[in-house]
């Protein structure tokens, strides 16, 4: 008797085995990422992060799960696209003007007085993604999708009327692109990461900073920054990438998911900067900041600086340059 129970939940288990295999043929075993951030997980890029791993686990009914790391947890924001490439971590996010260094085409987007509205970051976008698809894949890397930061304004703690005023001022830095940017204007650039803008602030390493207002919000700036010019100056973008040979691992089904996630993920971004835009200079405003328009002899200086920046960067990039220049400025 006691054999031929035993017998029979052998069969059992035989067959409970046979059905696993069979299960596990159909669907894969379930593939997690993580993915890296130099941002706050309250940020608007963030918060878009963590919508589009929602709505790949959806899509793909768990069988792709993202895990987002933010705040420079896992990987710090300057290391991410070096991260990605050797597959330390699978994925993540990095503001693209930094990688200029190595992508001279990344940094098309920190040339100051070129883009000066959202219409105009999509098709700078446009025409800068087939050449960044292809610097990124010498590299490991796949793009998925890039979201604009608002416009760059400047902060400053007393009111100027023109560059000279700028002269000598502690500039925070964030990219190669506002570290030139500072120099062309005689400040002293001093690199802040963005998460540590409040903390400089308070220890009055910084007089001025170029960045949007979302970034003067997210660091209360208004303790020891007084003033706001909105300078439209650029709208650099983040950009979120997967290490390509991950990718290329995933059934064609999860990969086609991922990439229709991300094609949304970037049209919701780009609402997202939008608002977040409008919605941080009203902040500002209510906490004491001043935002006043860009006098004219500060404007005037500016500008010459940004042509002068232009031509620096068409000359130290090449032909890569024109081919986003040139379509640019003759589609307007
Ligand atoms: N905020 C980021 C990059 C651009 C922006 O608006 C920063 O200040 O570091």
């Known amino acids: 008797m006691k054999n031929v129970v035993a017998a029979a939940l052998l069969a059992a288990w035989g067959s409970l085995c046979l059905a696993q295999a069979a299960t596990s043929a159909i669907t894969p075993a379930a593939t997690t990422w993580k993915l890296a951030t130099g941002y706050r997980a309250e940020s608007f890029h963030t918060q878009n992060l963590e919508e589009f791993a929602r709505e790949v686990a959806a899509a793909t009914q768990g069988q792709l799960k993202i895990e987002v790391a933010a705040n ?24 693209m003007s930094g990688m200029g260094k190595e992508v001279p085409l990344a940094g098309a987007d920190g040339v100051p007085f070129v ?73 002293t650039p001093v690199d802040v990461p963005m998460v540590q803008v409040g903390q400089a602030l308070a220890e009055g390493k910084m007089d001025a900073m170029i960045t949007s207002a979302v970034t003067g919000v997210e660091n209360k700036v208004w303790g020891g920054l007084k003033h706001y010019y909105e300078l ?44 977040a835009a409008v919605s941080a200079t009203e902040d500002l405003r209510k906490n004491g900041i001043k935002v006043d328009p860009v006098p004219f002899e500060l404007s005037r200086d500016l500008k010459r600086m940004g042509e002068k920046f232009s031509r620096e960067w068409v000359a130290s990039v090449g032909n890569s340059a024109n081919e986003i220049f040139i379509p640019f400025y003759s589609l307007r």
């Open 72 to 95: 420079n947890s896992l990987v710090k924001l300057a290391e991410i696209p070096a991260a990605v490439s050797s597959g330390k971590v699978e994925a993540g996010e990095a503001i």
């Open 232 to 275: 439209n100056a650029w709208f650099p973008k983040n950009i979120v990438f997967v290490n390509a040979k991950a990718f290329a691992a995933l059934p064609p089904a999860t990969q086609q998911a991922v990439v229709r996630s991300a094609a949304l993920a970037e049209i919701r971004g780009f609402a997202l900067s939008r608002s």
């Open 115 to 187: 883009v000066g509205s959202y219409e105009a970051v999509q098709r700078m976008w446009a025409l800068q993604r087939p050449g960044i698809e292809r610097e990124f894949a010498r590299r490991g890397l796949k793009p998925l999708y890039a979201v604009p930061w608002p416009p760059q304004g400047l902060y400053t703690n007393k009111p100027i009327r023109d560059v000279k005023d700028l002269q000598g001022m502690k500039m925070r830095t964030y990219n190669p692109t506002t570290v030139r940017i500072a120099e062309l204007l005689s400040a």
